[in-house]
């Protein structure tokens, strides 16, 4: 017999500002437990150093998590060059320095040119990475240094903002850039470019797929909410399940094709003008899943919400 889950049933997406100097599973973990909520995870790690957008999916939203972790990502960070550190952030030990002064603007937006569009990425080893099975951070940690595979990755935007020269120059940047892109490991290959050590002093995810900051909820904000109303006055801060999959097509059932689907049988859609990917609604516009339009006008149910 299955064991029964612990909490109450929610089901939504909420948008987290995650703070500084906390694990992306220990945010999920506090907010898991204001909601008191049964099941929930989130949409790929934010170092502790890190803040800013981390969408939550709660209950049924889980099944959709993947495109928020296949989605881009936008980010705002400072990186200091002249001093790298053995993690490439701020938390790391020190261990080189070298002066960053003869470090030019110009040279700045020469290398930030040539690492935008596809380049090739080395994962850092303080990572969640996982080889056979054990996360890199952990062998790191444990003073191992683990040969990693060169990964692919897409640069769509690199902006520097600011410029301050020094011995320890600091710049400010936004970047926007595919899944799996690690901004620890890009300051590293712009501070290998202008030949200086570099890391990552601060940084902020401000986009996660189609949500920004102006999405994103503070725990203050929920611990006042509930504090002050209740524990199920925080579902008002609920996003739908599938307000990360607005980028799809939706097709209305029937609701003689809505009871087919339910049982996961294909259905012929009428009049269609999607393919692919789509969205499936009912007749009164309830959200029931998501499933893929194929050449031959069937839909086919892929995920579909519990009944």
């Known amino acids: 017999m299955a064991r029964r889950r612990k909490g109450r049933p929610v089901n939504g997406l909420l948008i987290l500002d995650k703070p500084a100097g906390m694990s992306s599973n220990g945010a999920l973990q506090r907010v898991k437990r204001l909601f008191g909520a049964a099941k929930a995870g989130h949409t790929g790690s934010l170092d502790p150093l890190a803040t800013g957008v981390l969408p939550l999916c709660f209950g049924e939203a889980t099944k959709f998590s993947q495109f928020l972790l ?26 080189a320095r070298s002066s960053a002064a003869g470090v030019t603007r110009e040279a700045i937006e020469r290398g930030i040119e ?19 099975g054990q996360p890199l ?27 301050t020269p020094g ?4 710049i400010k940047v936004q970047v926007l850039c595919s899944k799996g892109t690690y901004i620890r490991a ?15 002093s601060a940084l ?22 509930k504090e002050d109303e209740s524990e199920a006055a925080l579902d008002t801060l609920l996003l739908p399940v599938d307000a990360c999959l607005q980028h799809l097509p939706r097709v209305s059932l029937s609701e003689a094709a809505t009871f087919y689907i339910r049982q996961g049988q294909p259905v012929v859609v009428p009049n269609r003008s999607q393919s692919g990917m789509v969205r499936i609604a009912d007749v009164a516009g309830k959200f029931l899943g998501i499933g ?5 006008g069937k839909l086919t149910p892929t995920r579909l919400l519990a009944q």
């Open 137 to 163: 951070y952990k062998r790191a940690r444990a003073g191992e240094e683990v040969e990693r595979a060169a990964r692919r990755v897409e640069i769509r935007q690199f902006d520097l903002l600011s410029f």
């Open 167 to 170: 011995e320890r120059a600091v």
């Open 70 to 95: 296949d989605a881009d990502k936008g980010y705002l960070s400072t990186f200091v060059l002249g001093e790298s550190t053995d993690t490439a952030d701020a938390d790391g030990a020190v261990i």
């Open 114 to 132: 040539a690492l935008t569009g596809a380049i090739a990425q080395v994962p850092p080893m303080y990572s969640a990475l996982k080889v056979n």
């Open 292 to 296: 893929d339009v194929r050449n031959d």
């Open 204 to 225: 902020r995810r401000c986009q996660s797929g189609p949500f920004d900051l102006g999405d994103g909820l503070t725990l203050e904000q929920m611990t006042t909410l």
């Open 186 to 200: 890009l300051a590293e290959d712009l501070g290998a470019a202008l030949e200086v050590p570099a890391h990552v």
